[in-house]
């Protein structure tokens, strides 16, 4: 079992920026792929960015460019770095663990999320 934490969410202005923070504990020997999903308001969640423990990034195109996501594995720790923020970035923000290396995993461990407002 893992489980993960995260923290960092808030409210920000459009344009501004926020750091996500996601700390696993618990099998952490197990991880390979963490990343971070997100739901907007009466939307369906959806996947944000992703890295494997060797490094491998995905961004989903409404972010690219804009988040940056990176891990360290000492820590076993993920992080997303969210810059230039618009309104339609607010979302509740999971992070999310996985054994494979894509979290797209029905296997899959969920953080109990963290909500991100940004205001116009």
């Known amino acids: 079992q893992v489980q993960l934490v995260e923290s960092g969410g808030g409210l920000v202005q459009a344009g501004g920026s926020l750091r996500l923070s996601c700390a696993a504990s618990?099998?952490?020997?197990?991880?390979?792929?963490m990343g971070w999903y997100r739901q907007p308001p009466g939307k369906q969640r959806e996947l944000t960015a992703s890295i494997t423990r060797g490094g491998t990034r995905y961004y989903s195109d409404s972010v690219k460019g804009r988040f940056i996501i990176s891990r360290d594995n000492a820590k076993n720790t993920v992080y997303l770095q969210m810059n230039n923020l618009k309104p339609e970035d607010t979302a509740v923000y999971y992070c999310?663990?996985?054994?494979?290396?894509?979290?797209?995993?029905?296997?899959?461990?969920w953080g109990q999320g963290t909500q991100v407002t940004v205001s116009s």
């Open positions: 618990g099998s952490i020997f197990s991880i390979d792929a």
């Open positions: 999310v663990s996985s054994p494979q290396r894509s979290v797209v995993d029905a296997e899959a461990s």
